[in-house]
């Protein structure tokens, strides 16, 4: 009887070690973001969760998006604004779950290009300041929102650039204000959103 349990208990323990070994490979690499480093998708890569990063060649970039709205922190702001820069447009709004999970992917973005030409901007599209401002407080984040309860032509703006029904969506905007890529769904890699702004920043 002791020996059988002594088997069982090693049978087990064998088992923990494969499943850790296992989970320890997954963890080592992010298959997206390898997939989109190798680039073998010509500026498209997507994911079984549902998340798509789509780059669009400058030669194919639309006209720039011009764009108004009242921020979380009670200030307006416009695209020229954010004239010049690369710009980052995060969709969001505070009960989404996989905004929440996104956040500090965000945050961590923003702080990497502290100092140089890019700019970030929120748009929260169903919340008001008070809550666009606590959630940012949580996450880290220290750039404003725009708020659709407040002017919701910032959505129209951008209605035509990407589908907002599958928030959160992030745009990036090049120097001239044109969506130069679109990441669809939640993103839980950093770098591939680091990625795609030092290439447009990189620009000529």
């Known amino acids: 009887m002791t020996r059988g349990f002594g088997k069982v208990r090693v049978a087990a323990s064998l088992l923990l070690s494969t499943v850790l070994i296992a989970g320890l ?6 298959p997206l973001a390898e997939q989109y480093r190798e680039g073998d998708n010509k500026g ?11 780059e669009i060649e400058a030669a194919d970039r639309t ?10 922190t009670g ?3 416009t695209s020229e604004d954010y004239a010049g ?33 890019v700019k970030f901007l929120g748009v929260n599209l169903y919340d008001g300041a008070e809550a ?4 940012a407080k949580k996450f880290g984040i220290d750039y404003p929102s725009a708020l659709m309860t407040v002017d919701g032509s910032m959505k129209l703006a951008f209605a035509g650039s990407s589908p907002l029904n599958a928030v959160p ?3 990036v905007l090049d120097k001239e204000g044109r969506v130069a890529a679109r990441l669809i769904g939640q993103i839980e890699e950093a770098s591939i959103l680091e990625t ?3 290439e447009t920043l990189e620009e000529s």
Do not use: M
């Open 169 to 171: 969506v992030t745009l």
């Open 44 to 54: 498209f890569v997507s994911a079984a969760n549902g998340f798509e990063v789509v």
């Open 132 to 135: 666009s401002q606590a959630f």
């Open 25 to 30: 490979a997954a963890c080592s690499a992010d």
């Open 75 to 77: 200030e307006t702001t």
């Open 85 to 117: 820069d690369v710009t980052v447009v995060n969709f969001w709004y505070a009960s989404c779950a996989p905004c929440r999970v996104e956040a500090p992917e965000l945050a961590k973005v923003h702080d990497s290009f502290e100092g140089k030409d």
């Open 196 to 198: 795609i702004v030092r």
């Open 63 to 72: 006209e720039p998006v011009e764009f108004e709205g009242v921020l979380d």
